[in-house]
T-cell receptor
Framework: SQTIHQWPATLVQPVGSPLSLECTVEGTSNPNLYWYRQAAGRGLQLLFYSIGIGQISSEVPQNLSASRPQDRQFILSSKKLLLSDSGFYLC?????????????FGPGTRLTVL | AQSVTQPDIHITVSEGASLELRCNYSYGATPYLFWYVQSPGQGLQLLLKYFSGDTLVQGIKGFEAEFKRSQSSFNLRKPSVHWSDAAEYFCAVGGNTGGFKTIFGAGTRLFVKA
């Protein structure tokens, strides 16, 4: 069966520090991968998605970046965190050549920037 | 433009009462419709999905949803709410054209009172 892992589960970082969040998927090949952010009391904001190794689409201009070094690994990074980067970060995967299949979400990372 | 509207930011129902969460969508092709649920501090879980066929779809945890093309709606229902249903609910639309992005609504938070 397929599983998705995210770590860390919780992170508290000072403003200006770097960030690296990792997401890995098991049990499937060539998944579509997604990073979302939820600010407090708000909906899902799509940040990045990837349909293959090294292929990253950015949805929102910001100080975050994403990379996909391996088929089932998706990394969210920042060189310098801002207060506004606080939120709940969710990784998700799907299969197929479109958005017609369901997405499977990880447990999320709660990021607090102080 | 593609969009999903969930008009109710939050809803409060009594335990045992019926529930209906509203969802309207705008999509330029054949829509694939989803309802997800998110418990506090968790990832999203798929409740049900509609692709084609019978417009009344059954999901997990006793939920169902009805697709009404003429109204561009996909409302979620449950005949009797349990306290454990308190969560946030997201309606979403995707398709096999227009790329890999699923469009999510802003969510409806459900509160259940004893």
């Amino acid at each position: 069966s397929q599983t998705i892992h995210q770590w860390p589960a919780t992170l508290v970082q000072p403003v200006g520090s770097p960030l690296s969040l990792e997401c890995t998927v098991e049990g499937t090949s060539n998944p579509n991968l997604y990073w979302y952010r939820q600010a407090a009391g708000r909906g899902l904001q799509l940040l990045f998605y990837s349909i293959g190794i090294g292929q990253i689409s950015s949805e929102v201009p910001q100080n975050l970046s994403a990379s996909r070094p391996q088929d089932r690994q998706f990394i969210l990074s920042s060189k310098k965190l801002l207060l506004s980067d606080s939120g709940f970060y969710l990784c998700a995967w799907s299969v197929g050549q479109g958005s017609y299949n369901e997405q499977f979400f990880g447990p999320g990372t709660r990021l607090t920037v102080l | 433009a593609q969009s999903v509207t969930q008009p109710d930011i939050h809803i409060t129902v009594s335990e045992g009462a019926s529930l209906e969460l509203r969802c309207n969508y705008s999509y330029g092709a054949t829509p694939y419709l989803f309802w997800y649920v998110q418990s506090p501090g968790q990832g999203l879980q798929l409740l049900l999905k509609y692709f084609s066929g019978d417009t009344l779809v059954q999901g997990i945890k006793g939920f169902e949803a009805e697709f009404k093309r003429s109204q561009s709606s996909f409302n979620l229902r449950k005949p009797s709410v349990h306290w454990s249903d308190a969560a946030e609910y997201f309606c979403a639309v995707g398709g096999n054209t227009g790329g890999f992005k699923t469009i999510f609504g802003a969510g409806t938070r459900l509160f259940v009172k004893a």
